[in-house]
């Protein structure tokens, strides 16, 4: 018997790897098909490269950051202020989302002020940001702030408002104080919507970076970009949307997905394959 359940977890393994291996492929085929139509359609219309440039001179570009260290500091800045002002919106929206779903007047009063918020999250922020925090780092982690905020708090009140009324009054009436009440009850419940907030907000937050640092720093990947287009280094632009892209990639698919799939795992939405 326990050779036989063996051999069933280590076919159950090998399935899953070769099932995740062929989810790879899919994935990156269409990128590698785009890179072959490049590298063909650049030189077979002899295209300035003022306009777009060959496959060849993005290489060179990206070789010559790696070399010089440049491409470290504009994705280690970009990264830090991302993951900062990230967290700084977690920590602020959960606890409101919280909030508002447990209280019908902290909503109906803060429901107005979301809404008008909402569509002003992220990029409208910027001329009045470097108005406050100066052209540098605090400007560029409030517009990312901002862009998470909205999206994580509202994910956490829909969260909340989707757990019974039976579920909430149950506990209390097994003695769940209000701290037990909110940490095994309320969170765990509303866990998978702020996890779906958190990878919403984390996307407009990624576009509201590189916006914000095409105007209000000297260092980070959108400041890569706009210098490059004053000097016409269309090399430097293409490569730099590139990483911007693969960056987005790396922290959607081995950073968020796994997150959200482990949550909602965990609290009963789904259940492993």
Do not use: C
């Amino acid at each position: 018997m326990q050779v036989t359940g063996s051999l069933k977890g280590r076919s159950s393994r090998l399935i899953r790897s070769v099932n995740s291996l062929a989810g790879a492929a899919m994935f990156v085929a269409p990128l590698l098909a785009l890179v072959a139509i490049w590298a063909i359609v650049v030189p077979l219309f002899n295209v300035n490269p003022r306009v777009f440039p060959s496959v060849g001179a993005v290489g060179a570009a990206a070789m010559e950051s790696i070399r010089d260290g440049t491409l470290f500091a504009h994705v280690g800045a970009s990264l830090l202020r991302v993951g900062l002002g990230t967290l700084i919106g977690i920590a602020t929206a959960v606890p409101l989302g919280i909030a508002m779903g447990v209280s019908p007047t902290v909503a109906a009063f803060l429901t107005p002020l979301f809404r008008f918020f909402s569509v002003l999250a992220g990029i409208a922020w910027i001329p009045i940001a470097t108005l406050w925090f100066g052209y540098g780092f605090g400007a560029i982690v409030f517009v990312i702030f901002n862009a998470v905020f909205f999206v994580v708090a509202y994910n956490t009140l829909l969260g909340v408002r989707t757990i019974p009324h039976t579920l909430r009054n149950a506990a209390a009436s097994l003695g769940a104080g209000r701290w037990a009440l909110l940490t095994e009850v309320l969170l765990p419940g509303a866990l998978p919507n702020i996890v779906t907030g958190i990878r919403t907000g984390l996307g407009f937050a990624w576009r509201g970076l590189i916006a914000a640092e095409m105007i209000a720093t000297n260092v980070g990947l959108g400041y890569m970009l706009f210098v490059a287009r004053d000097f016409y280094r269309t090399e430097v632009i293409v490569f730099g949307m590139i990483v911007i892209g693969v960056l987005w990639l790396l922290i959607d698919r081995l950073l968020l997905v796994p997150l959200e799939r482990a949550t909602i795992e965990r609290w009963g939405l789904v259940r492993r394959a």
